[in-house]
């Protein structure tokens, strides 16, 4: 009973967030106090966190969670400032560090689905009348300081006519937000207008829109498939997309909204406002047999599109791999960009790619803003069954940049394998021979536990004998932190995953991991 006391004030002491579990299946109090206990729907969860004072942290079980039973204009809507959300839970985790990665879109995936109805027949094409009774929009972020880890988004159908129902069928963003993170989330089967997976369009400089290690799948629009890139008149924005993979996702002419498509089925960034500005990262991604359809005549069909009116585009393309996209009216298998109806060549923004893979060769880019480049077949694992890992031997393995690697983002694969092995980063979204983070958590000779996790500041360290040192480690094995004390202050670390080594009175030693935002 003692033990069990000093771990709740600890808890009670060192956590600034409130934390909120949903599981469908759970049979307990239905109040989100434990697993056990669990919220068995999402609204009410969601209805809890944005009204708490505190940061809050949601752990979401696997399981099916619509945003109503029939309402299609109702969303999964995040209302208030710093909330998490995390999916991809087993139900037993104490932490989002617990979850299998390898199970996240299998076993235990978390869905976030549109299909209210469960009625869709999966035909993703304009027009599907199963599919007229589906959520418009199944997320609505509203609020700054978000993350949305380990969910799969799936079957919105934002097929109006006019205003916001013709976009954004999977995630949706007020022009307000400032700082957006999607992690290891798997976005698909969504169809509209334009942006399909999800649509950002800030108001604010500064305002940072970060894609990491997700999956777009089959997402179809008239274009923007995958994501939509779109900054208010006076913007300066920041888009990061790394370690992602994009396959099947297509434009095509027949929307609800654009009788004529424009091409863009992975994404379209675009300045068309006044004193509007871009800066985006695109590193280390997979980005295959996607399909730009149409006829429009304000397009050149790029797989990723610029698009400029007025202001300006930064884009650092590097470590990727394209192949198998294609398209059927002018255009490229890869990146394009228009400025007043003018190709890439006379963009006069800075532009680059480095250290990148496309069967195109990257036909429609100046060769001076290319470096490192080629049109060799990268040897995937098995492509006719979807499976774009690489082989020992593909030309993609240890020829990357490792010094394009976005800074502060979480060092991993597509998987959750370390993302520098053997020296040298591969291109595309996944790393050959790697393997996941040790498994630290088997076999302790310390029993301890951390709070909070993730934290932004003090770890907590809960055990019950008396602690000789801590060692905490980033994920390339160096040490980066030391201390003797049982709350370390860990604020100076950049975000991501770190190892903590604990040794005991008795020299007995454990290992965890945690999360650092």
Not at 50 to 70: L, Q, R, V
Not at 379 to 408: E, H, M, Q, Y
Not at 502 to 511: F, K, P, Q, S, V
Request: hydrophobic share 35%; proline share 2%; with cysteine.
């Amino acid at each position: 009973m003692k033990t069990k006391l000093l771990l709740v004030l600890l808890f009670v002491s060192s956590v600034s967030f409130s934390q909120i579990y949903v599981n469908v299946n759970a049979t307990g109090a239905n109040d989100g106090t434990s697993w056990a206990d669990a919220f068995t729907n999402l609204q009410t969860a969601l209805t809890t966190a944005n009204a708490s004072t505190t940061e809050t942290a949601m752990w979401i079980a696997a399981g099916t969670y619509k945003p109503h039973a029939t309402d299609r204009s109702v969303s999964f809507a995040i209302t208030k400032n710093n909330i998490e959300i995390y999916g991809g839970f087993n139900g037993t985790e104490t932490s989002p560090t617990d979850r299998d990665m390898t199970l996240l879109h299998s076993t235990n995936e978390t869905i976030l689905s549109g299909d209210l109805q469960g009625n869709d027949n999966y035909n993703i094409t304009f027009n599907n009348t199963t599919k007229t009774d589906n959520s418009l929009r199944i997320v609505q972020v509203a609020a700054n300081n978000i993350v949305i880890d380990g969910v799969s988004i799936a079957y919105g159908y934002a097929d109006a006519t006019s205003g916001n129902g013709r976009f954004a069928a999977g995630i949706g963003t007020d022009d307000s937000i400032m700082l957006l993170t999607i992690k290891n989330s798997h976005i698909k089967y969504n169809t509209a207008s334009w942006g399909a997976g999800i649509v950002y369009s800030p108001n604010t400089d500064g305002s940072k829109l970060s894609i990491e290690s997700c999956i777009f799948e089959t997402n179809l629009s008239s274009y923007a498939s995958g994501f939509y890139v779109f900054p208010r008149a006076g913007t300066e924005a920041i888009f990061n997309l790394s370690n992602s993979l994009f396959k099947f996702n297509r434009t095509a002419n027949g929307s609800a909204a654009a009788s004529t498509a424009s091409g863009g089925a992975v994404g379209l960034i675009r300045t068309y406002y006044s004193a509007t500005s871009v800066t985006a990262k695109i590193i280390n991604n997979t980005i295959v047999n996607n399909f730009n359809n149409g006829t429009s005549s304000y397009s050149d069909f790029g797989t990723i599109g610029l698009s400029k009116s007025q202001g300006g585009i930064t884009l650092t393309a590097a470590n990727n791999i394209f192949w198998g996209n294609t398209h059927t009216f002018g255009g490229s298998n890869s990146i394009v960009a228009k400025a007043f109806g003018n190709v890439l060549n006379t963009f006069d923004d800075v532009f680059d790619i480095y250290n990148s893979i496309d069967e195109d060769n990257f036909s429609n880019v100046s060769s001076s803003f290319q470096t490192n480049t080629s049109n060799v077949y990268p040897l995937f694992t098995n492509p006719s069954s979807s499976v774009f890992t690489i082989r020992n031997a593909s030309p993609a393995k240890n020829t990357g940049d490792n010094s394009k690697i976005i800074a502060d983002i979480t060092p991993i694969d597509l998987v959750g394998n370390n993302r520098i092995f053997d020296t040298t980063v591969d291109m595309g979204c996944y790393e050959y021979g790697s393997s996941p983070i040790a498994a630290v958590n088997n076999k302790l000779k310390v029993d301890f536990n951390l709070y909070p996790n993730p934290v932004k500041d003090i770890l907590t360290i809960a055990m019950d004998d008396d602690l000789k040192q801590v060692v905490i480690y980033n994920l390339q094995g160096q040490k980066v932190l030391k201390n003797n004390t049982k709350q370390v202050n860990v604020a100076t670390l950049s975000q991501g995953i770190y190892l903590i080594k604990i040794e005991d009175e008795n020299g007995n030693t454990a290992m965890k991991k945690f999360i650092k935002k």
